[in-house]
Structure formats: structure tokens, C-alpha cells
């Protein structure tokens, strides 16, 4: 299953300007050239790129249109998650996997990735409180960079998207270069091979206050 997310937090505009996320998913066209398309609210947008044509709107939206949900990856837990959640109220309209972990997250919060059998990098903002959460599965199959520049908070499934929207291209990380060319070591630490650029490691989350 391969697809790709990106994202912008503008904390300088009031509007954010969507031919930024525009860019960004054009350079992950290779992660998914059968569906795209992007959410922008605020100073914040989120894209997403698939390799399968979606049967839904992307990113996704829940019906009372607060949280959405941009999703790299796969539950092995589906059904699982599935029956749960209806249990507790939850209704669904595409029972997809992006739709699941959506509920999910306003179901448990963060403690959701307790509840996750799978491969994920993932990105919901929540309208309301004008935050944004990202994740990565345990395992780490499926990455997740960020860079904190001026003004911005900026994500991506790859580097380069994170790349082509920089006013100011960042040096090269001489540290992690060495790691890598001496120890053969790459997933160690956050850092990359550019500075001010980092990954979010395997297993772990975070949430940004998107607030200006």
C-alpha cells in the first residue's frame, strides 16, 4: 500500500496559501498517481497523494467536519478496530482504514496507537482546537520528516517535498553524513542528512499547537 502525505503550518498567515501544498504532493506524484487532493482551513493544509483510486474525498473529513485525517499506510487490525468503535457509537460510512483510525483518534486521543496492529504514518488535524497530531507505526516501515523553519512547520512523507517549498535550503547535516558513511547507521536519532530536517521516529507521535 503506497500513498503520501504532506503539510504546512503557516503561523504568519491567516490564510494559508495552498500552492505550497500543491507543489508538495506534485513531487510525491510517484507515491500515488491515481487519486490526490488536499484540505486547507486556517493557516494549515494537508495533501495526500494515493496509488488507489480512493472511494472517498482526501484528505478525509468526519462528519462533523472537525477532524481530518491524512493516512500513509495499513491496519492489520481492521476488523478488530472495526467492531469496537461501532460498539462505542461509532458509525462509519466507507469503513476504510483512514475512516477507522480517524474514529479512533476522537474515540481514545493519542492512546489510540496502543489500540494499532499496522503500518502508518499519519497526520489529523483537529479544527476545533487547532491542533495537529502525527504518528508513525512501531515498526517504522512507513516515514515521516518534518522541518521547523521560519514562521512554519512543514511534513512530509519524503524529503524533497519538504525541500521544494524552502525559501532557504538547508545545509547538510556533516554529523549524520559521518554516522552514515562510517557506521552504516541512518535510524539512530531524528536527525537527516539535512540540517533543520528531521524524522519522526518509529513509534512516535506528536502534537503541534497550530494556534497563530
Keep these: 500500500y503506497m500513498s503520501g502525505i504532506s503539510g504546512i503550518v503557516q503561523y504568519n498567515l491567516e490564510t494559508v496559501n495552498t500552492k505550497r501544498i500543491e507543489v508538495m504532493m506534485q513531487g510525491m506524484k510517484h507515491r500515488g498517481p491515481d487519486g490526490r487532493g488536499y484540505y486547507a482551513v486556517n493557516n494549515i493544509s494537508l495533501g495526500c497523494v494515493c496509488l488507489n483510486e480512493s472511494v472517498h474525498t482526501l484528505p478525509l473529513t468526519d462528519e462533523s467536519s472537525r477532524y481530518t485525517i491524512g493516512l500513509n499506510g495499513k491496519l492489520y487490525n481492521h476488523a478488530k478496530l472495526l467492531e ?29 496507537l496502543d489500540e494499532l496492529d499496522g503500518v502508518f ?34 511534513f512530509a512523507s519524503e524529503i524533497p517535498p519538504i525541500l521544494s517549498v524552502l525559501s532557504t535550503k538547508p545545509t547538510a547535516n556533516e554529523y549524520a553524513i559521518f554516522d552514515y558513511l562510517v557506521f552504516n547507521r541512518t535510524d539512530q536519532t531524528e536527525q537527516t542528512f539535512f540540517s533543520g530536517i528531521y524524522k519522526l521516529q518509529h513509534g512516535c507521535c506528536m502534537t503541534l499547537d497550530c494556534r497563530q
Design 84 to 112: 469496537k468503535l461501532q460498539a462505542q457509537g461509532h458509525n462509519f460510512l466507507h469503513q476504510s482504514d483512514d475512516e477507522i483510525l480517524l474514529h479512533a483518534y476522537i474515540a481514545w486521543g493519542e492512546n489510540m
Design 121 to 154: 504514518a499519519l497526520a489529523i488535524y483537529d479544527k476545533e482546537q487547532q491542533t495537529l497530531f502525527l504518528a508513525r507505526d512501531r515498526f517504522g516501515v512507513k516515514p515521516l520528516y518534518y522541518c521547523v523553519a521560519e514562521h512554519e512547520f512543514i
